[in-house]
């Protein structure tokens, strides 16, 4: 007979004694029974709770063999002990599929089932969400809570993923009722080098996840209000979250990747504005059409910013891709120019000429902003990407 998928449904506890006996009994006499193409484990992971949680959980194992206790002798913080709870899954229990969810009831037992069919269905990554069709915060929040909930988790989603697929796909990035999958995910994440310990981590996992090729998946979370035990929320929540999310995207190589892009950016627009005005002046005498003389003028000036990014670039931006002399690097740099005469010449020039046309020669820079902030920089900043310096799979 074919051996089942290990799930280990990891739940955090501190002061829990309230809630923690009766969501035993419930998973482990309940839900677990129900769930047929799995084998299905409940891991508490305890801080020695002052209210004596763990002993509860302790008494409890006696009745279900696939009930486990990881006591922490310190509070390790919910993301501290997370981390705990899913290398012992891994390497004592080991899982093929972790799930995250709260001892209080707020995450329903039902859920566990669904996510479980999403991983079978081929997803590696399912996540509840309160903000999709069938998904809902409690009714009893007050104003307060729902707007910190909504305005962090939009946020969120805005610093981790804009103006990616995912900022679109991940509806509830703070949501703590997910399902991953170890093989090839999990298991390759350095948990020892966490940003947060507590609950950043839940931004830290996803955007790992995410950037490690995961299929993700949502399914509704009917969010229930905790009406035992005490909060994990507590009064720097807001600020580690927000904490996180910055570093995460300040640190990704694709983010130091575009502020190098930027900054070059910047000085090719300096090159650009000088040399306008520069060949703007000297052809004033020569060319009396004031959108033909600043078409000209601006083609001259951007060709000699198109050549100070390209260098520039090449040496710093994408040194990792860097182009050596050669005939691959005069191949490219031509490939560029010929790319560069739509995006950093043609377009620009003619809404510089034609904006300077119709309102007046004195909106010459603010056209030349439109030009390069609009069309300039997104096109060369996909065509350096896929063309020029595109990766070597």
């Known amino acids: ?65 696939n009930l486990e206790l990881y006591l922490n002798p310190t509070k390790a913080g919910i993301g501290g002990a997370y981390v705990k709870g899913f290398r012992h899954a891994m390497t004592s229990i080991g899982a093929d599929v972790i799930i995250e969810f709260d001892a209080d009831f707020q995450h329903p037992p039902k859920d566990i089932p669904l996510l479980l ?31 910190f909930s909504e305005v962090g988790g939009l946020v969120a989603r805005f610093g981790l ?59 509704p979370l009917q969010f229930g209000l905790r009406t035992k035990g005490e909060s994990k929320i507590e009064s720097q929540t807001a600020i580690d979250i927000f904490r996180s999310v910055f570093l995460l995207r300040w640190n990704d190589p694709t983010t130091q990747k575009f502020i190098k892009f930027g900054c070059i950016g910047l000085f090719g627009f300096g090159i650009n504005k000088f040399g306008l005005d520069i ?21 001259l000036a951007a060709e000699i910013s198109i050549l100070s990014n390209f260098i520039l670039n090449n040496l710093w931006t994408f040194k990792n891709e860097k182009l050596v002399w050669g005939k691959v690097l005069i191949q490219k740099f031509a490939t560029f120019n010929l790319s560069s005469v739509i995006s950093g010449i043609v377009i620009p020039s003619l809404v510089i000429g034609a904006g300077t046309q119709i309102f007046g020669d004195q909106y010459r820079f603010l056209f030349l902003v439109i030009a390069v902030f609009l069309f ?9 990407n896929h063309v020029i310096w595109k990766k070597k799979k």
């Open 376 to 384: 300039t920089v997104p096109l060369n900043w996909f065509i350096y």
């Open 1 to 65: 007979m074919e051996k089942l998928p290990l799930a280990v449904v990891v739940i955090p506890t501190y002061n829990e004694a309230e809630s923690i006996g009766e969501m035993i009994d419930t998973l482990c006499g309940k839900i677990f029974p129900k769930i047929k193409d799995w084998q299905c484990k409940l891991l508490v992971v305890d801080d020695t709770s002052p209210d004596g949680t763990y002993k509860i959980v302790q008494n409890k194992q006696k009745q279900y063999k």
């Open 161 to 219: 993923f804009f103006p990616g697929k995912m900022f679109f796909k991940i509806t509830d990035p703070t949501t703590g009722l997910k399902a991953s999958r170890v093989k090839g995910f999990v298991d390759t994440m350095d948990m020892d080098h966490l940003y947060s310990r507590n609950f950043g981590y839940k931004l830290e996992f996803l955007y790992k996840m995410v950037q490690l090729g995961a299929k993700v998946k949502e399914i």
């Open 279 to 299: 060949f703007s002046k000297a052809l004033q005498n020569i060319i009396n059409t004031v959108g033909v003389r600043n078409f000209i003028a601006n083609a």
């Open 117 to 147: 069919n999403e991983i079978t269905a081929g997803y590696d990554y399912v996540l509840g969400s309160r903000k999709i069709k069938g998904g809902s915060n409690p009714k009893g929040w007050g104003f307060k809570r729902i707007f």
